[in-house]
T-cell receptor
Framework: EAQVTQNPRYLITVTGKKLTVTCSQN?????MSWYRQDPGLGLRQIYY???????DKGDVPEGYKVSRKEKRNFPLILESPSPNQTSLYFC????????????FGPGTRLTVT | QKEVEQNSGPLSVPEGAIASLNCTYS??????FFWYRQYSGKSPELIMS????GDKEDGRFTAQLNKASQYVSLLIRDSQPSDSATYLC????????????FGKGTTLSVSS
């Protein structure tokens, strides 16, 4: 089954404790993105990757890091989480070859206390 | 700053009626337009994409695009309670397809 997976689905952590949210896709897509979704603000892009070892900032990159060492994986790293990073996070992928249709993972609900 | 605007709703329609959802976008150069459905706490699900002016039909869903007016809409015929969700309009951010810009969504409620 073609899908984007994320782990963990739910995470409660404390300020300053480094964490990683994993994302994996099995569709051989080139493009992958991370979004966060907040009430009243909608979906906003954090980072994206156009291929292995190629990443760039989205609209709200502050406080986040990403890496793309393999085509299928695109982890999101919060090295020192803060309460304002409490949000619902989505990973998405697209073929990137003339198609802009993005397919989303199930989401990770992060709470930072 | 490219923007996508939607009425937040809620839009309430009775079961069996037509629901009409609207979206405007600021970048005249936008080329690709999408409608996503999102149930509460779930991920956005792509339901329609449209790339050229006119109508595109898929089952009970019809997307309409008017690039001159920078307007895209989604019609849902024979609305069902299971259609109750938030509908997100999205537009490609750039030519490379690196991202979508999303509207904040319209909440649809279908009553039985």
């Amino acid at each position: 089954e073609a899908q984007v997976t994320q782990n963990p689905r739910y995470l409660i952590t404390v300020t300053g404790k480094k964490l990683t949210v994993t994302c994996s896709q099995n569709m051989n897509h080139e493009y992958m993105s991370w979004y966060r979704q907040d009430p009243g603000l909608g979906l906003r892009q954090i980072y994206y990757s156009m291929n292995v070892e190629v990443t760039d900032k989205g609209d709200v990159p502050e406080g986040y890091k990403v890496s793309r060492k393999e085509k299928r994986n695109f982890p999101l790293i919060l090295e020192s989480p803060s309460p304002n990073q409490t949000s619902l996070y989505f990973c998405a992928s697209t073929t990137g070859t003339g198609s802009y249709e993005q397919y989303f993972g199930p989401g990770t609900r992060l709470t930072v206390t | 700053q490219k923007e996508v605007e939607q009425n937040s709703g809620p839009l309430s329609v009775p079961e069996g009626a037509i629901a009409s959802l609207n979206c405007t976008y600021s970048d005249r150069g936008s080329q690709s337009f999408f409608w996503y459905r999102q149930y509460s706490g779930k991920s956005p699900e792509l339901i329609m994409s449209i790339y050229s002016n006119g109508d595109k039909e898929d089952g009970r869903f019809t997307a309409q695009l008017n690039k001159a007016s920078q307007y895209v809409s989604l019609l849902i015929r024979d609305s069902q309670p299971s259609d109750s969700a938030t509908y997100l309009c999205a537009v490609n951010k750039d030519q490379a397809g690196t991202a979508l810009i999303f509207g904040k969504g319209t909440t649809l409620s279908v009553s039985s």
